[in-house]
């Protein structure tokens, strides 16, 4: 699926979406792959399937298992492979290449191989082994039918205690050097299985502080209605639209189409609702909102192009505001804030553009959630999302923030 093009197409108005099944969230281009099953850190059987899109420029794949390749050059087509490995932790890579063998794009995931016949499992499947998460750090296991409860130690230290499935959320005291992490499995009192892990945790990033800017984007956020008047409508060709809700201009050239539709995705919102902010306040104050820290006119679709997040798994709004000075990383979720521009990753690689409002906590104050605005599912709304350990659950090692800057503060 081509998605991101550089010029809007012209249309009528007052269209009303197709009533088809569309492809949410699907961030890939003409030269993306993606895994879809396993999800990353699943646990599965020695004997699997993987499935996988893939864009219109893929004429062969290769799956690698630790680094080997597992299979040879494959006709994608059908998007699948039926492939073994041995029982144990491995990162799985599916690369796409040109009719040339020229690769094009890869994505990776780990997954981890046991036997039934083994009996009771757990399985950590956040974070990875080997990661390096930012304090805090979120941790969930999935496990066999018959575990009751996951309890969780690090160096030997509990450190919580889960439903399996679930997740919670620790801030370690000691940082920048390698731990080990044990899941340990119970049916009642007994200990029926135990799964292990190293990470190193970094210490958080230092938070940039707050912005002006952020008051703005809220203020935006609120005033859109929430009541169906904007439905969800990703084109399953991509057709030109940048899923916005209204044409935007900037140096006399339209930079966003409404595309005769009543509708959004993700990533048009939220460049609508940034770019709408910078305007509206820059001609509030004198400006006529065609200076944004000096991007002029071919520059201002490269940075449409990095909001609409450029690689899977990439940063998005991230790399679009510190390219061009006018915004920052914000880093660890204790340093979130209502208003920040964030892009999300799930377990099975999909995606989502939002505007973070507020973590959702467990009894303990842990993060297990969040509630973000965009534009899914229903249309435009609030929406809430989960840790946890299924394919859909939020990914916590490809979650970023950017905070927007207003003049004062560019760089």
């Known amino acids: 699926m081509l998605m991101f093009l550089l010029a809007c197409t012209t249309t009528s108005d007052n269209r009303t979406p197709p009533a088809v099944e569309l492809p949410a969230d699907n961030f890939g281009d003409a030269t993306s792959v993606r895994l879809e099953s396993p999800y990353s850190g699943q646990t599965v ?79 950590i499947t956040t974070p990875a082994d080997g990661a390096h998460p930012l304090n805090p750090v979120v941790f969930s296991a999935e496990a066999s039918s018959g575990v009751t409860r996951v309890e969780f130690a690090a160096d030997d230290w509990v450190i919580g205690d889960i439903s399996p499935g679930s997740s919670f959320t620790y801030t370690f005291a000691g940082v920048g050097f390698e731990r080990e992490i044990e899941a340990r499995a119970f049916n009642g009192d007994e200990q029926v299985a135990s799964d292990v892990i190293h990470i190193t945790v970094e210490e958080s990033v230092i938070d940039p502080g707050p912005t002006d800017f952020n008051e703005l984007v809220e203020a935006l956020v609120d005033s859109y209605p929430k009541d169906g008047t904007y439905e969800f409508y990703w084109p399953a060709d991509g057709g030109g639209w940048s899923g916005s809700t209204r044409d935007l201009y900037y140096q006399d050239q339209k930079i966003t189409s409404h595309g005769g539709y009543s509708a959004c995705y993700c990533s048009g919102i939220t460049f609508e609702w940034y770019l709408r902010a910078f305007q509206e306040w820059d001609k509030v104050n004198g400006g006529d909102g065609n200076d944004l820290n000096g991007v002029d006119d071919s520059d201002i679709w490269s940075f449409r192009r990095d909001w609409y997040v450029r690689d899977l798994k990439g940063e998005g709004p991230t790399v679009a505001m510190e390219t061009y000075g006018v915004g920052t990383d914000v ?12 892009q999300l990753w799930r377990m099975n690689g999909s995606g989502h553009t939002a505007v973070f409002w507020d973590w959702i906590l467990d009894d303990a104050d842990g993060i297990i959630g969040l509630e973000y605005a965009s534009c899914q599912g229903e249309g435009l709304d609030f929406n809430d999302e989960y840790f946890g350990s299924h394919g859909d659950a939020l990914d916590p090692q490809y979650m970023w923030a950017a905070r927007g800057w207003l003049p004062e503060l560019w760089y």
């Open 331 to 342: 880093g660890s979720f204790e340093n979130w804030q209502r208003g920040d521009f964030v």
């Open 45 to 123: 059987q020695p004997a699997f399937t993987v499935t996988f899109t893939f864009g219109d420029e893929i004429e062969q794949v290769r799956l690698l298992i630790d680094d080997e390749p597992v299979t040879g050059f494959e006709n994608p087509g059908k998007g699948r492979l039926d492939v073994y490995a041995a029982t144990g932790r491995h990162k799985l890579a599916l690369v796409g290449y040109d009719g040339s063998r020229s690769e094009l794009s890869r994505d990776t995931i780990d997954v981890r191989v046991r036997d039934d016949a083994d009996g009771d499992w757990v399985g």
